[in-house]
């Protein structure tokens, strides 16, 4: 059937509900209004608001509590109804959702997936357009991973909530509306698992999110020069899944990463730094990172778009490469 | 004329752990002209930025404030501008109260280079400086910490001065607040934390995000005032006893009953958590500017035609600085990159961009 | 024997919006023998971890709970191992409360991996699953929403069991309790967060960090009451009526007016903020032990040598312990890389280290 | 003079305080106690308890405090009792610290200092053992400065102060009584400059804080063995000072990162991402990164030792890097 991604996230969400009841949900508005980009539309009608829990504006309480319940057994999903917002919960995400199950010597297991919008949008401002992949990168004991598709994002929805771990789910603010037909039968996704978008020969080209369409988009332009790129979606941003990147350096040699992420501290430098130590002896050339600009995203809607990288930049870019 | 005119609030203070102050508020009839003016333009001012919204000249969020215009004007009545008001996203009206003008107001709404912020900020980012206005911050409840930092400095130059940090009904549930209140109380700042209760988080009713929506009370040990906030007289007499107060004794919370007439942002109609009864009831009953042209009127102060043709000034003034902000330029490429970093100390620092740096080795 | 008996707490309970229980506490001579050892035996054990902290054997920070034992022992008289406590890093007492043993203790103290937390958690670190011990935490005041999220679940889970949530003096100070008791407030959780009051953060007295330290009230509209915290049997009084509120009503703080007789850790010798006079008259005229000591005498219940007896008991079993976890093996380097993630969904994980995924390519 | 680092930073900081009267310092047990490790021990007598501040386990809000103070040109030093108890001070660091200069059009400026003590120290347990500089380093519109001796410790303290930037001063616990000569004379470090602490031919060893002194411990067997490693304290850890790294890497064509670091995400996958960026045309070899690990620091000795790079290892990757 033919769904949008936000509805994909909400059937994924739905389907484990309805498996497992102690699959719980809680955030801003996420019950009585359905949340503020409809992926927990109509839950609270269905499962009650013992299930699907409308929170206070307190992002450090009700993540907090989400580990709680999760150190019990539960499996609550937290939704940051913008995820920069849950910066504010930093201290609860990295020192215990991230930590728990280690400092305990492994007795409680954090079953939580902690989800929500973020990337840069149509002209949000600042604080409402962060790439904080970054930020939360460095966390010990978490998962992240990106969706890009319904079917991805249904499948990765899927697999987050039963997964043993905590698992950050990246949402894309511009990609709720994408449209796509998924399998009637039941399916997840491999939280490990990076995704092959487009096979080809000259170039690997690593992307997840939403620059996974503006590589699309470039590629169609580098197949009429005659270029050739790999495409893969890396969808798993802790940890890599080098086993997929890897066969795609030893096949082009090439390597270009295109993310929407801060250039320092992104998840691009970490790739070039795991191909680097990992696949080295098989690089014709450099890796080149394409990555949005090291600044606080601006309003002005000129600015915004030199913030993130463009397709022409990577058509550019695999032009050099390939040289 | 500026002869003194005497005004009862038409409800009463609720005050929490202090004395109210008199409900009798002393004006003039050039105050309450001004008032109505002040008022009116904001209205119109909000009214066009969400048509320049419809018409996508603005992008984003845009937060209006139509129906809270007494909180902003009748705080500034009662202060100067070397006192300090800092807010969150819905910040139009309080910068304009502040002295902002409506060309670098709609320039920023629009992304140019002459908005208050150049274009980088938008609607949630407005700041006038000068005139001690620490904006404009879009993370609820984060300001309020800024603000009694801000209240820190001003004790800490000697200055008898205070520092407004407003919030919303929402925001009164972060827990930052309760910190920086307590830090504020224990140092004795000048700093009134003012609760803007519209009675909504977006679309969350008041008490269903607070277990005790009685904001006035929530400082527990700080004392509190609960004010008509669709009252300017009110407004006004609040915020005077309040910036005597905390000189004084330390930090103290007004909270504001108001209304806000648009939803929440743009996206927002305003009409699915609430009835569109409640909001015509407000509008009807409550509304700031129609109070006080009905005081204007029944004092014989203006007539009706002299109000009505404020309002189409003001409507020219509008349109005036709309038409001149969209000949404002669009900011350059090289704008991105400035105002990251201060450049200091006499070395370069080398950006954001590590590009920058890519200099010719010797 | 187990007759009743009813004693009577030497001080009132202190009410917030609630009416306290009464004074007079029902127990039973095997009860109060049973306090007497219990409290005792935490007594010795963090006397003895003083020591091996001064040999070395243990390192970095720990925080001994002398003088606080009554809270632990008397919130365990009232409540049940399918209740659920969580606590900051001060944990070795409600550690062993909750059933822990001397010899998981020990060798977690010294980086054994017979720890509680295999030698990887260390001081503060001390949980015990199976009896709802949700640790042992090393960040001021973030156990408490973890506390109430635990509570969360026995709601989720119709248990009729509550939590205990405990903090501070210190942390009562900290923003995410205040929005963690308006969030279970509002639904209803069966929560308790317990503020252990001994007066001082680390080198901070109360006042001069809270502008108000009435603990028990800094709920504001939640109910709490103020428990003489060195009365073990007030305090198995007040934890017994506060499971009940909290089940019906939601939740409840519970101020619990204690002392800690050592520095806040081992490199605080405990004597720079406070008097050496002050310390030895709440070891005078306050000490939970001798006043149970005291009401065993008095009620002829057992003799001075019986007791002396037990006490000399708790010291051989401490030092056995000890004497077991220095034999523990220290970790192995393979411990490293467990416990960072759980392996999963019948994938691998690829682990911490990404050389581990270092595999020959085909 | 002699003294030890923590009376370095002591001294810098009244030095400054001396001569500016807009400079205070705000923390938990900062005045009346002193500091949990001395740095601003006697400065609450000497200059009252307006300008040293004590406050509450609030750092969310105090540190906000400092921020807001900042905006109207005071000069506040925050210190993080421990640097991690910071991450409750996330959203303020990176919203308001690093974003206000930006969105109010260059209106504001935030001169605040944080600092405080990170690492991994002797058993402090998960928590008060972090490497947060990866945590930070994303943060648009901050500086990063590490410091390592006494020296330094004094000049980058009042190069930090006063900057015009946020700057965010690390210091490792494990270095507070370190000893050096320093000058009588006033003089400040420039907080963009990388420190070249033994200059050297064969391979360009790029380190700071406390991992300085594992590599200078592994230098003395490599010359021994007949190596001569260059070794670079970066010091600056946002910006890069590319120019001293680049003149190095265009020697000695080789370079070993060596950082306490998280392996994800971490200064050395930046400083990777960097040199491969810029320089990669000089180098006869790829770069390696010895990290810690990517675990939450465990309690026991033992372990805690294997989570940190130890001299010997170093030794090892230099002897294959030269092969
Ligand atoms: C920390 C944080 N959480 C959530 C949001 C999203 N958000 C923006 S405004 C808002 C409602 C705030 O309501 P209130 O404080 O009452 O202010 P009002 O909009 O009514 O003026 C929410 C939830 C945010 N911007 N920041
Ligand atoms: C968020 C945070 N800030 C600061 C610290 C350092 N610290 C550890 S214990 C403590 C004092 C806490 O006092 P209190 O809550 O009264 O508990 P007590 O030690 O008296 O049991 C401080 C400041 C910390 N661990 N976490
Ligand atoms: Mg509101
Ligand atoms: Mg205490």
């Known amino acids: 059937h033919e769904l949008l991604l936000f509805e994909a996230l909400r059937e994924g969400l739905e389907e484990e509900m309805d498996r497992d009841p102690s699959v719980c949900v809680m955030g801003e508005d996420v019950g009585h209004y359905g949340g503020s980009y409809k992926v927990t539309k109509g839950l609270a009608d269905k499962y009650g608001d013992l299930r699907v829990l409308d929170t206070p504006i307190a992002e450090n309480a009700f993540t907090g509590m989400g580990i709680g319940a999760a150190m019990t057994g539960l499996r609550p999903i937290v939704e940051g109804m913008n995820m920069g917002f849950l910066l504010l919960a930093f201290n609860q995400i990295s020192n215990n959702c991230g930590m728990l199950h280690y400092t305990s010597g492994g007795q409680f297991k954090i079953p939580i997936v902690i989800r929500g919008p973020g990337g840069v949008g149509r002209q949000l401002g600042a604080e409402h357009s962060q790439r904080l992949e970054s930020y939360f990168q460095s966390i010990p004991g978490i998962q992240m991973v990106a969706c890009s598709t319904p079917y991805n994002a249904k499948g990765l929805m899927k697999a987050a909530i039963r997964s043993e771990n905590p698992v950050i789910l990246f949402e894309h603010v511009l990609l709720y509306n994408l449209k796509e037909r998924i399998p009637d039968e039941e399916y997840i996704c491999n939280l490990e698992e990076a995704e092959m978008v487009r096979p080809g020969e000259h170039v690997t080209i690593l992307t997840y999110s939403r620059m996974r369409y503006h590589v699309m988009q470039a590629a169609k332009t580098l197949v009429n020069k005659g270029y050739d790129p790999e495409v893969i979606d890396i969808r798993s941003l802790k940890p890599f899944d080098l086993h997929t990147i890897g066969n795609s350096v030893k096949k082009t040699h090439r390597v270009l990463i295109v993310e929407e992420c801060m250039r320092t501290g992104g998840i691009g430098a970490s790739l070039t730094a795991a191909i680097t130590e990992n696949f080295n002896d098989y690089l014709d050339a450099p890796i080149v990172c394409l990555s949005s600009q090291d600044v606080p995203t601006p309003y002005a809607g000129t600015l915004e778009e030199w913030t993130v990288v463009q397709p022409a930049q990577i058509v550019t870019a695999v032009e050099q490469l390939c040289q | ?362």
Chains 1, 4 share one sequence.
Request: hydrophobic share 35%; aromatic share 8%.
């Open chain 2, 1 to 362: 004329s500026t002869d003194p005119l005497t005004i009862e609030t038409s409800v009463p203070f609720t005050p929490h752990l202090v004395d109210a102050p008199s409900r009798s508020v002393d004006t003039s009839p050039q105050e309450l002209l001004t008032f109505f003016r002040d008022m009116a333009m904001m209205r119109r001012m909000e009214i066009a930025a969400d048509s320049l919204y419809k018409a996508k000249l603005i992008r984003g969020f845009c937060h209006l404030y139509d129906g809270q215009e007494a909180v902003a004007i009748g705080m500034e009545a009662a202060i100067t501008k070397k006192d300090s008001i800092i807010t969150a996203y819905r910040d139009h009206c309080t910068y304009i109260g502040r002295g902002g003008t409506l060309l670098e107001m709609f320039s920023e709404l629009m992304g140019r280079r002459d908005g208050c912020s150049k274009g980088k900020g938008g609607s949630m980012h407005f700041y006038k400086k000068e005139n001690r206005f620490y904006g404009g911050h879009g993370i609820v409840g984060a300001q309020v910490p800024l603000g009694c930092g801000i209240a820190f400095a001003q004790k800490y130059n000697k200055e008898d001065t205070v520092t407004f940090a407003m919030y919303g009904d929402g925001a009164a549930n972060q827990g930052q607040l309760f910190e920086a209140l307590n830090i504020s109380a224990l140092w004795d700042l000048p700093v009134i934390l003012v609760c803007e209760n519209n009675h909504y988080g977006m679309g969350t009713a008041e008490w269903r995000a607070a277990k005790s929506p009685a904001y006035y009370k929530r400082g527990d040990y700080v004392p509190g005032l609960k004010v008509d906030g669709m009252d300017v007289l009110a407004v006004k007499q609040a915020c005077r006893f309040a910036k005597e107060h905390v000189l004084k004794n330390g930090p103290m919370i007004l909270e504001m009953d108001t209304y806000r007439y648009h939803g929440h942002s743009m996206s927002d109609p305003g009409s699915t958590y609430r009835t569109r009864d409640e909001i015509s009831g407000v509008r009807q009953e409550r509304d700031p500017i129609e109070r006080v042209r009905k005081l204007i009127l029944s004092h014989d102060l203006a007539t009706e035609k002299e109000l009505k043709d404020i309002e189409k000034e003001l409507r020219k003034e509008v349109d005036d600085a709309i038409a001149k902000a969209k000949e404002s330029p669009m900011p350059d490429p090289s704008d991105l990159f400035t105002n990251v970093y201060v450049k200091g100390l006499g070395t370069e620092s080398f950006g954001a961009d590590r590009k920058e740096v890519r200099t010719v080795l010797p």
